[in-house]
């Protein structure tokens, strides 16, 4: 798998929704339930236009893909600190 650059990535992301793909569903407790968030992160430019914020998570990416208008171009896999050791 290719890394993209900087001046990559901001081409492909500049003022454009866009998702993340962890890789595996992540987890969080929320008022002392442990729950399931999902794998992917839609990611939506924010009002300043100079960063992103993430909008939703879900574990259906096609679901996530229509309803947010993301080309599978845009749906990038994000590498973790999980990911880069083992």
């Known amino acids: 798998m ?4 900087m001046d990559e990535w901001t081409k492909l992301t ?10 595996e569903n992540r987890m969080a ?4 339930t442990v729950t399931v968030l999902g794998r992917y992160a839609v990611w939506a430019p924010a009002p300043d236009g100079h960063h992103h914020r993430v ?4 574990g259906n990416c096609a679901e996530l893909m229509e309803k ?3 080309p599978q171009e845009r749906v990038l896999r994000l590498l973790t600190a999980e990911a880069c050791h083992g």
């Open 68 to 70: 947010y208008g993301v």
């Open 14 to 23: 500049k003022e454009r929704i866009f998702i993340s793909d962890l890789g």
């Open 29 to 32: 407790e929320i008022g002392g």
């Open 2 to 5: 290719k890394e993209a650059t």
């Open 55 to 58: 909008v939703e998570v879900g």
